[in-house]
């Protein structure tokens, strides 16, 4: 079995075939039989590029290939890669950079144009993207399939506005949380109610398997709303904001505020239940917050600090342990950043018409640049009820953006560096403020708090933004969606 992986293994980096055998015998059309289960025992052990690869080398291999992706049957770890366009590639293809062969990938998608669309998150091998009429898709690069979410208009702060033909042309965005009323509605255009709304989504569970949930953080003020498999509208989850980061685990849905505080929710039961299960951590919004689980069980939580070229350079955090309280509320805290949130008159009048491919926030910052100039990451310990600075992530390696936040031990995907952090653009207001500058993409050393270029010169287009994504290639069951 390890000549035979060995042997697949054996790719001609310019070439969509395996070089397994001879080239007479290549030539000729014969190819040796393997029964279908030991075939399909050697593809689950391989990257997503070489599976495709071995499913495109004869009929037999062929059949091996769809048998393991439409069961999900692949054991190998599939290693992230990072998600972009390019201008020269085409308006339906999306470029995937893989790591471990440090190559480009170009794949076509459907319809609407991926270049005109805003990617606003990435879980389990499918990405989230919002469209010029600011409608929701999740979409697997992999397999080229799509499905509509929930459209925009049964987000609760959402509401369409009508011609006299009665066709949706435009939407009014009311500009409250769950405690607050922040101003008077605007009206936006289909194409930028995105920009102000969205800010990152996050998905459950692959949703090849037909059953998942899909959640958004969306403004004002960072909320959250979720939707399941077969819904036909978002649900609100109020009255807290400000939120940055979630994950699923266990079936429960914990969410990541901007002053360290985790929500556990219950998406399930028939009354969503919620409750706190971490404390305040910081009193201020200064850097973007991630967390994640880490392979040895440790539940993480991530600062990541950012400037401009048009800032000085000020480390704003000290110690090595933060202590956080169960008992007060975020708005009684101060509000530091305008990071992730948009606000009325941000760059655009109410009522406007134009749609946001016309405007940029600011006119006359197209030579803004931000960049990631410290990571830090703490514990959370439960017991003492405090964050540890742990220094360094040992052999693991974590992977930040708008994407699902990763923690992965470098032992099962050695092309990868330990101690390590792979980051893309996450400040929203960056993100689809200033579309056309320059994106902060990189690999964050944490034993030295040196940066590294991924590629050089850079393969992609500034926008959309590019976005961290794990190759799945199993096919949906079409019976859960019908």
Known sequence: MAAAVNRLRDVNAHSLRLRLLPQKEAMSGYSPELPQDVLMGIFALLEVPDLVRAGSVCSSWRASYISLRNIGGYKQAQTPCLLYTSELAGENVACLYSLVEKREY?????????????????????????????????????????M?????????????????????????????????????PSTFSLGLLRKYLFNKAFLSSDPS?????????????????????????????????????CLFEDGMLYALTSFGEVHAFDLS??????????GKVKTYIEEIMYFARAPCGDLLQIWRSSITNLDDDVDKTDGDVVQFELD????DLEEGSHHGYWMAGDGLESGSNKDDDDLETESHCDSLVQYTNMIEVFKVDFYANKLVDIGNLGNN????????????????????????????????????????????????NLGGD???????????????????????PRKMILASHN
Do not use: M
Request: glycine share 6%; hydrophobic share 35%.
């Open 106 to 146: 170009k794949l076509t998608l459907p319809d609407p144009p991926i270049r005109s669309r805003y990617i606003i998150g990435s879980s389990h091998g499918w990405i989230i993207t919002a469209d010029e009429r600011s409608e929701l898709h999740i979409v697997n690069p992999i397999t080229g399939e799509q």
């Open 148 to 184: 509509s979410l929930p459209t925009v208009t049964t987000i609760e702060q959402v509401k369409p506005l009508y011609n006299d033909a009665g066709v949706v042309h435009g939407y009014e965005y009311s500009w409250y949380s769950g405690r607050h009323v922040y101003s008077s």
């Open 209 to 245: 398997s037909g059953d998942y949930f899909v959640v958004l953080i969306h403004n004002p003020r960072a909320q959250l709303s979720f939707a399941r498999a077969g819904d036909d509208k978002w649900t609100w989850l109020p009255p807290h904001a400000n939120y940055t980061d």
């Open 269 to 278: 039961a028939p009354t969503v239940t919620q409750k706190l299960v971490v």
């Open 328 to 331: 007060k509320d975020e708005d």
């Open 397 to 444: 390696v974590l992977f930040l953006g708008h994407n699902q936040s990763l923690c992965l031990n470098a032992d099962a995907y050695p092309q990868l560096k330990s101690n390590h952090v792979y980051f893309t653009d996450d400040d929203s207001l960056y993100l689809f403020g200033w579309k056309q500058n320059s994106r902060d993409i990189g690999v964050f």
């Open 450 to 472: 040196s940066i590294e270029l991924i590629v050089s010169p850079e393969l992609w287009s500034n926008w959309p933004a590019p976005v961290w994504v794990i190759p799945n």
